[in-house]
């Protein structure tokens, strides 16, 4: 008589001992500093061990070697990310976000480690300008377990946002010229709730990380009273209207909780009030000082 031999039952992780493990690059940028902090603050990953590399800790990407732990998750958000200025300097981001990705790449392609990584809106249309290619070519060289983070128009209000993004420059002023192009502003807030769920998915490929909706440059710049200035016609490189497909973040649940033109309009009322309120501190507070010169001038 045969006898099956009993399979042993996996154990259970002691997560005090070998607790589960997140790296992130470019925990430092705009979107890796807000999405790091998210994470952090989420109870739900309160035991995860965060390890980070970014350039401004004096880590350089291209010089990832095999660490001495495993990660479970790792979350690279490092690359450059000026779509004009990669016109003029292909070189030096072909360099940054291809060639000192595959280190990365590879080690989550040889030990089977779930990969997030940064892509790009302009991957559907990579011939476009020398950013757009590297994203996709990254998505081609991804590895299989991996998926790609189509980041649209990210923006957070309060001049939060990377100075070169359009967003930030219409807060300031400090825009020369507009479009009648047409793009997808996501939150960055929304982008940290899309990445959260996504880690724990089994999505994999590419997905469009946007509203779903698309808002013209024009509209959004009148909201910042900067809708005087003049409009570049041909804008080389660039398509005219981007817009996400929000299709597979539906299916893990998300959905967009900020819309970008009211969102721009509430903060503008809300810095308008805060300086009411500090021009009415510093009336009071020069009323109270001639007050007291008169006091001691009757004295």
């Known amino acids: 008589m045969r006898y099956k031999s009993k399979k042993k039952e996996p154990q259970p992780r002691d997560l005090k001992k070998d607790p589960y493990r997140l790296l992130i690059t470019?925990?430092?940028?705009?979107?890796?500093?807000y999405v790091s902090e998210f994470i952090s603050n989420d109870p739900i990953y309160q035991d995860f061990k965060i390890d980070c590399i970014d350039l401004q800790d004096g880590n350089d990407l291209g010089d990832f070697t095999r660490p001495h732990v495993r990660y479970d998750c790792v979350l690279h958000?490092?690359?450059?990310?000026?779509?004009?200025?990669?016109?003029e300097k292909p070189n030096h981001f072909w360099v940054n976000n291809v060639e000192k990705s595959k280190g990365?790449?590879?080690?989550?392609?040889?030990?089977?480690?779930?990969?997030?990584?940064?892509?790009?809106?302009?991957?559907?249309?990579w011939w476009l300008n020398p950013y757009a290619t590297t994203k996709r070519v990254n998505e081609a060289m991804a590895p299989y377990n991996s998926l790609g983070l189509r980041f649209f128009n990210v923006?957070?209000?309060?001049?939060?946002?990377?100075?070169?993004?359009?967003?930030?420059?219409?807060e300031e002023g400090t825009a020369t010229y507009l479009t009648r192009h047409y793009r997808d502003w996501i939150h960055v807030h929304d982008v940290a709730r899309a990445i959260v769920r996504l880690m724990i998915s089994n999505m994999v490929g590419t997905v469009d990380i946007?509203?779903?909706?698309?808002?013209?440059?024009?509209?959004?710049?009148?909201?910042?009273?900067?809708?005087?200035?003049?409009?570049?016609?041909?804008?080389?490189?660039?398509?005219?209207?981007?817009?996400?497909?929000?299709?597979k973040l539906e299916?893990?649940?998300?959905?967009?909780?900020?819309?970008?033109?009211?969102?721009?309009?509430?903060w503008l009322q809300i810095e308008k009030e805060m300086e009411n309120d500090?021009?009415?501190?510093?009336?009071?507070?020069?009323?109270?000082?001639?007050?007291?010169?008169?006091?001691?001038?009757?004295?």
């Open 210 to 247: 946007g509203t779903g909706k698309a808002t013209g440059v024009l509209e959004l710049a009148k909201v910042f009273g900067q809708d005087h200035l003049p409009i570049k016609e041909e804008t080389p490189g660039e398509p005219d209207t981007l817009v996400a497909d929000t299709t």
């Open 77 to 87: 958000l490092a690359a450059f990310a000026a779509l004009r200025e990669s016109i």
């Open 26 to 33: 470019g925990h430092k940028g705009f979107i890796g500093s």
């Open 104 to 125: 990365i790449f590879k080690y989550c392609e040889v030990n089977n480690i779930r990969l997030l990584y940064a892509s790009s809106a302009g991957a559907k249309d």
């Open 155 to 170: 923006y957070r209000e309060g001049k939060t946002s990377r100075p070169d993004m359009l967003y930030r420059m219409l």
């Open 278 to 299: 500090e021009s009415s501190k510093l009336d009071a507070s020069q009323q109270e000082g001639k007050e007291a010169e008169t006091e001691t001038a009757s004295t």
């Open 251 to 266: 299916e893990v649940g998300w959905y967009p909780t900020y819309n970008v033109i009211e969102s721009a309009t509430e």
